[in-house]
């Protein structure tokens, strides 16, 4: 179903779901031998969504070997999919360790479907974590996570609104401080907004970041000239074991500014590692590149402003 201006969704469904699918790979990459990261609650999250397919691949019913019977290449496909989540998610982790370790105590995440940071990260004492996304989803993560007996590491308070709304006058309804340095986390976020959307995103940032405050994110290139049928063709295969998720109809694409660039002319100090310099870092093979997949260009960015 394409997108509205005023649509929702819950974890199983639409923008929702992609959350879903985001912690299948994490929950996968935990179990990898290459340690990179280590999500305890991403699997049990899964199954709580109750999404089939995903459901079976962190249990392991669905092997990622078993999808060579779609085509030659999937299990490769997928194999690449879930070391993009593992490097990805590492990248951001790494962004919150630097960002403690320089004095920061205040953490945004937008958007934050079902990632379990504020849960599993080793947050330095006084740490507050806002979590930001819609009520539904909130409310789903966190009776979870309660249901297992799991504690935040740091002082979390969640906001409960779309990003469509006026989420800074709800984000300083929870306590969050403007004066005080912000590390901010667009992880897997901007696809799905807009490209106007996307720079009021930032405009409101970088209204509420005090000085020595950092944001990361991602920017995508190839969402500039993204084919929705050469994408869906590519990923038709997937169909055959029940994820008939339509991406496509999902995200926005065509032309729009790099978070890099736009926060750089508001003064910040930005910095972008590339996907595939990433696997290169960790040690993993790099995909092939892939003239339908989008995110196969995908930089990681980074900065501060001071």
């Known amino acids: ?17 992609t959350a879903t699918m985001v912690a299948t790979g994490r929950a996968i990459a935990s179990r990898d031998s290459h340690g ?22 962190v249990d392991g019913e669905l092997s990622l070997e078993a999808l060579t019977q779609l085509a030659p290449d999937a299990a490769e496909r997928a194999r690449s999919n879930i070391d993009e989540m593992a490097v990805r998610t590492r990248f951001f982790d790494d962004f919150f360790g630097a960002a403690g370790e320089s004095g920061i105590r205040q953490a945004v995440i937008l958007a934050s479907g079902l990632d379990s940071r504020a849960y599993r990260l080793p947050w330095p004492e006084g740490t507050v974590v806002y ?20 504690e935040p590491t740091a002082q979390r308070r969640t906001v409960p ?37 996307q720079d009021r995103l930032f405009d ?22 993204f084919d ?10 997937f169909n055959q074991i029940g994820l008939n998720m ?43 590149h892939d003239d339908n997949d989008p995110m196969g260009e995908i930089v990681y960015i980074s900065g501060t402003v001071n």
């Not at 179903?1 to 779901?17: E, F, K, P, Y």
């Not at 990179?36 to 691949?57: C, H, N, Q, S, Y």
């Not at 979590?131 to 799991?150: N, S």
């Open 204 to 225: 409101n940032i970088a209204a509420l970041s005090a000085p020595g405050s950092a944001v990361a994110t991602e920017f995508v290139p190839g969402l500039k000239d």
């Open 161 to 197: 609104i779309d990003l469509r709304e006026d989420w800074p006058a709800a984000l300083r309804a929870a306590g969050f401080d403007p004066a005080a340095p912000t590390a901010w986390c667009a992880e897997g976020l901007l696809i799905y907004l807009p490209p106007e959307a």
């Open 1 to 17: 179903m394409a997108r509205t201006d005023g649509d929702s969704w819950d974890l199983a469904s639409s923008v929702g779901a």
């Open 36 to 57: 990179l990261i280590d999500d305890p609650f991403a699997a049990p999250l899964v199954r709580a969504v109750g999404i089939e397919v995903f459901t079976k691949m």
């Open 228 to 237: 929705p049928e050469k994408a869906r063709a590519a990923t038709s295969m």
């Open 246 to 288: 339509d991406m496509p109809s999902l995200i926005y694409h065509g032309e729009r500014h790099s978070a890099a660039d736009y926060l750089s002319a508001k003064g910040w100090q930005m910095t972008g590692v590339a996907r595939s310099e990433l696997f290169v870092r960790h040690g993993l093979p790099v995909p092939a």
């Open 131 to 150: 979590e930001i996304d819609q009520p539904e989803v909130i409310e789903f993560k966190t009776r979870t996570l309660a249901g297992l007996g799991a």
